[in-house]
T-cell receptor
Framework: DAGVTQSPTHLIKTRGQHVTLRCSPI?????VSWYQQVLGQGPQFIFQ???????GRGNFPDRFSARQFPNYSSELNVNALLLGDSALYLC?????????????FGPGTRLLVL | QKEVEQNSGPLSVPEGAIASLNCTYS??????FFWYRQYSGKSPELIMS????GDKEDGRFTAQLNKASQYVSLLIRDSQPSDSATYLC???????????FGAGTILRVKS
């Protein structure tokens, strides 16, 4: 079975630009979460979507937004990019089974803002 | 603020030894705990999940949970050079809504 896929793998943008990152979950998974990981730190939660509804939001500015589509794929949008937005952006999909939920990560999109 | 803390390391162990990785968390109500392995330049890979107090074994890996002490650990037996990576402890702080990660412990297994 295919795992979580993300596109693009790498991206270079300049300050002030906008970026859209995409994620396709594991088949059968209905929940998608987005994380930002800067060098030397653990991933930090940005959003979670379940059945196209936002289920959780981390401590990120309104420049960050996301949505989930009927096929459960998801987009993360970041407006007015700042140098500090340079990071690895991770998408994770999850399935609730027996009241337990485990998140599986995609390969990530590495964003560099110049 | 809800936090997960890990010793950043690096933790260096010889090949064949037991590596012990530790994690503490602040939210007493947390119910789900995970260990992920992350190789340099790659994304986190799930190693173990644990939900109940006690030990859970999977191959060379054993996760230990003590909710009263708010402590999670990962033991790696017969450590191999291929185990050299950053190990991330993650705690589900709002059931299914978000994982809070520690900064990770760098493990180096020397042959």
């Amino acid at each position: 079975d295919a795992g979580v896929t993300q596109s693009p793998t790498h991206l270079i943008k300049t300050r002030g630009q906008h970026v859209t990152l995409r994620c396709s979950p594991i088949s059968g998974h209905k929940s998608v979460s987005w994380y930002q990981q800067v060098l030397g730190q653990g991933p930090q939660f940005i959003f979670q979507y379940y059945e196209k509804e936002e289920r959780g939001r981390g401590n990120f500015p309104d420049r960050f937004s996301a949505r989930q589509f009927p096929n459960y794929s998801s987009e993360l949008n970041v407006n007015a990019l700042l140098l500090g937005d340079s990071a690895l952006y991770l998408c994770a999909s999850s399935l609730v089974w027996d009241n337990q939920e485990t998140q599986y990560f995609g390969p990530g999109t590495r964003l560099l803002v110049l | 603020q809800k936090e997960v803390e890990q010793n950043s390391g690096p933790l260096s162990v010889p090949e064949g030894a037991i590596a012990s990785l530790n994690c503490t968390y602040s939210d007493r109500g947390s119910q789900s705990f995970f260990w992920y392995r992350q190789y340099s330049g790659k994304s986190p890979e799930l190693i173990m999940s644990i939900y109940s107090n006690g030990d859970k074994e999977d191959g060379r890996f054993t996760a230990q949970l003590n909710k009263a002490s708010q402590y999670v650990s990962l033991l790696i037996r017969d450590s191999q050079p291929s185990d050299s990576a950053t190990y991330l402890c993650a705690v589900d702080m709002e059931y299914g809504n978000k994982l809070v990660f520690g900064a990770g412990t760098i493990l180096r297994v020397k042959s």
